[in-house]
């Protein structure tokens, strides 16, 4: 979104100024802001986290420390259906990597990357805590657990 | 209040682990089915919280008769109403069988599973509407809170709760009743209590679910907490992992508040409790309680030097209390039956019971509560009904990523603070991850390294610098490139980076490779001095597989399911395996009618 001017700018900014507006100009709220605007905008562009410094009266430095602090904040465009795949221990000893090797291949992308048509964004967590169906993976909010690599292409031909 | 009486009650389980083996669904066909046989007004559907057993979800309780079914779907629905909700008669093929003698079990209590846990935190998980203020009313629910603001003093229920010898369940085990203590002695026009949820040891999950499964459990322990130090605020700091939680929780502090528990003037007493949730953003070391306190005060979450300790100066530089979920879920307990109730169950040193996530290779994965002082076989062996594909036990970890690994020969082990400490692991938050003879000991100590060296904030120099410089040592044991003299020197960096960083995350960063250096040496060493994994799990030194040309038939069974294509041959001809495309993944070896096929 970058080089919109004028209006264009002001347009685009509306949704981040009416998070804001909720919010007392306090540091205390710069996580929710952050988590409120990433929700509405997918990621979180320099224009937002700008508008998101003034709002809060921090300086942009200190938005940006937080910004790159946290793992749930992104600075990239994410693709329309996220896959975090549990890298925890219980999914490691029940073989997480085989599943991680096949999401892989037939996405194309590595660990943290989104696929060029933006329709997947294929990431690793530590423990999404449903180590009872191990290994696991959650496409968006879905739970997808018990998993054997053969598995893999059906599930994601369902959100195709 | 006029309210319906039922004949049966059926319990569906919606849990997370539930929910995604398909009980939303489930519950759904339930309706309808119960809707299209007009059974609707004699047969009542409750959603519950985690039962604890997720390996065998969807699971569903009917009573008054108590019996438990395991592994249900949609297509079992009718079956169900038609034989047990109508006929009375059980659906034998649905119920629980023990994996040992595989004899049926019918009714939940019977279950070895949970014949042998004693449950206290977890007592109203999967038993009540978590989303039901009243039905959590009608267990007993706020009659502690109740008692605590009504009938005792402060300084009563800080001496009650340190008689009980709870101590904090989180993983150190500090006494909770001292770090109240602590707290209320600090004078102060504002302080706060944290609730930390931030579980983010992998392969711990009973604050998520105490959490989903009893919310107003937890809310009535922080509001005691908060009466005995002198508090009027408190957060739950929860992990944006868990939506489910969130929402339960959100609900339950509706309800509270509506029915005026939370909120001022409480039960007329004059004190004023205010709750907020706030969802953190994806940072273990927020685990941390100074972390933590950073992190809800919207900066970096990284630790700050003890002391000032928080009881002195925490949350915005007031005395803050903080405790974990499953501490919060024992006070009421201990406020409503008394200290020596409490105090009567587990160890000397360490009262009451303990939840562990019981995960792995194991039969029976999920909750269980035990007394502390219960061995770690019990809970393998009769609780978790032994090992996966029977394989042989091979260690057991307990603490996550600041424990360690244990071999067999402390299985009979009796489970404290203590006694964990001295074997070289830790309780941790009670994750107990069952391995057997195919894991790594080194890889699993990498795994574990790997996931701290990436959650390290950076702040201090030896958790920084000295979880990277270990992990490369491991990595390239793992790899085959190990030197003589590695193993010296993983002692000898993990020495200094226990002692000399800032947090608990460094203090315990390298337990997990100095425990299995002390018990698993040599699996180390015959990676170092023979490029040999003796689990066959590292990839880079498996040896790649060879048909014996002489015991071939011929049936190309084995090329049909080579993913690489590496096997080639004619048939009724001798086949063979190339070995610069093998990839030793161990396919074609089960196949073999002949066992022609081993490794090289």
Not at chain 1, 66 to 91: D, K, L, W
Not at chain 2, 14 to 20: I, P, W
Request: with cysteine.
């Amino acid at each position: 979104m970058a080089h919109l001017k004028g209006e264009k700018l002001a347009k685009y900014l509306k949704p981040v100024n009416e998070i804001l507006g909720r919010y007392e100009s306090k540091e205390r709220y710069l996580i929710p802001v952050l988590q409120e605007a990433q929700e509405e905008y997918g990621y979180l562009p320099e224009e937002v986290l700008t508008e998101i410094a003034l709002g809060l009266n921090l300086s942009l430095s200190q938005v940006y420390g937080v910004v790159t602090f946290y793992s749930q904040f992104h600075q990239e465009p994410r693709g329309n259906n996220i896959i975090r795949i549990c890298m925890g221990t219980a999914c490691h000893v029940r073989g997480a990597g085989k599943i991680m090797d096949v999401l892989k291949e037939e996405l194309e992308i590595d660990s943290g990357e989104t696929t060029d048509d933006l329709a997947f964004t294929l990431e690793s967590v530590a423990c999404i805590g449903a180590c009872g169906l191990a290994p696991v993976i959650m496409v968006n909010d879905d739970t997808h657990g018990r998993l054997i690599p053969e598995e893999i292409p059906s599930i994601l031909a369902k959100y195709k | 209040m006029n309210e319906t009486i039922y004949r049966s009650h059926v319990l569906v389980c919606t849990g997370t682990g539930c929910v995604s083996s398909g009980a939303k669904d489930l519950k759904t066909t339930l309706e309808k089915e119960l809707t299209a046989k007009d059974m609707s007004g004699e047969v009542k559907i409750v959603e519950t919280g985690c039962h604890g057993f997720c390996e065998k979800g969807p699971i569903m309780i009917i009573y008054p008769e108590g019996v438990f079914y395991c592994e249900v779907n949609e297509k079992d629905v009718k079956e169900i109403v038609d034989e047990h909700l109508l006929k009375g008669r059980t659906v034998e093929r649905l119920l629980f069988k023990e994996p040992m003698t595989e004899e049926q079990i019918p009714s939940y209590q019977d279950i070895d599973f949970y014949k042998k846990q004693q449950r206290i935190s977890l007592k109203n998980c999967g038993h009540i509407d978590p989303e039901s203020i009243d039905e959590y009313i009608a267990v007993g629910g706020y009659e502690a809170a109740g008692k605590a603001l009504t009938l005792m003093e402060p300084q009563e229920i800080i001496d009650e709760l340190k008689e009980s010898g709870l101590r904090g369940r989180g993983g150190g085990g500090f006494p909770t009743g001292l770090k109240w203590q602590f707290a209320r002695n600090t004078e102060s026009d504002k302080k706060y209590v944290i609730c930390n949820a931030d579980e983010g040891d992998p392969g711990a999950f009973m604050d998520r679910s105490l959490l989903e499964g009893d919310p107003h459990g937890i809310i009535e322990g922080m509001m005691i907490a908060a009466y005995a130090i002198g508090a009027d605020e408190a957060y739950v700091y929860v992990r944006a992992e868990y939506p489910l939680a969130i929402t339960r929780l959100e609900k339950a502090i509706q309800d509270a508040e509506e029915y005026g528990l939370l909120g001022e003037n409480i039960f007329d007493s004059g004190f004023n409790f205010k709750l907020h949730i706030k969802e953190g953003a994806g940072a273990f070391v927020c685990g941390e309680e100074t972390a933590l306190m950073n992190s809800i005060e919207g900066k970096r979450g990284m630790p700050k030097p003890r002391p000032p300790y928080p009881s002195v100066s925490g949350l915005w530089g007031k005395p803050t209390n903080i405790n974990n979920v499953e501490t919060f879920a024992n006070v009421p307990y201990i406020i409503k039956e008394g200290a020596e109730a409490f105090s009567s169950i587990g160890t000397e040193s360490s009262a009451g019971t303990k939840v562990f996530a019981l995960t792995g290779k194991i039969n029976n994965t999920g909750l269980v509560e035990v007394p502390m002082g219960t061995t770690l076989r019990e809970v393998i062996f009769e609780i978790g009904g032994g090992l996966d594909k029977n394989k042989k036990f091979k260690a057991v970890q307990t603490g996550g990523p600041s424990g360690g690994c244990l071999p067999e020969e402390y299985l009979n082990l009796p489970i404290d603070y203590d006694s964990l400490l001295d074997a070289g692991t830790m309780m941790g938050s009670g994750g107990m991850v069952v391995m057997d003879e195919d894991s790594c000991m080194v890889d699993v100590a990498r795994f574990f390294l790997n996931f701290t060296q990436s959650e390290s904030c950076g702040k201090c120099t030896p958790c920084r610098e000295g979880t990277k410089r270990m992990l490369e040592i491991l990595n390239r044991i793992t790899e085959g490139e190990g030197r003589e003299g590695d193993i010296e020197l993983l002692e000898e960096l993990g020495d200094h980076i226990k002692s000399t960083s800032l947090c608990g995350l460094g203090k315990s960063a390298p337990n997990p490779v100095l425990s299995t250096i002390t018990h698993f040496r040599k699996e180390y060493e015959a990676h170092i001095n023979h490029q040999n994994c003796p689990a066959g799990a590292c990839q880079d030194l498996l040896s790649t597989y060879v048909i014996a040309a002489e015991d071939c038939i011929g049936c190309g069974k084995c090329a049909k399911v080579c993913p690489v294509d590496a096997i080639s041959g004619e048939i009724k001809g001798v086949f063979a395996i190339d070995e610069d495309v093998c990839i030793a993944c161990g396919a074609c070896e089960p196949v073999c009618p002949v066992d022609a096929i081993s490794q090289g």
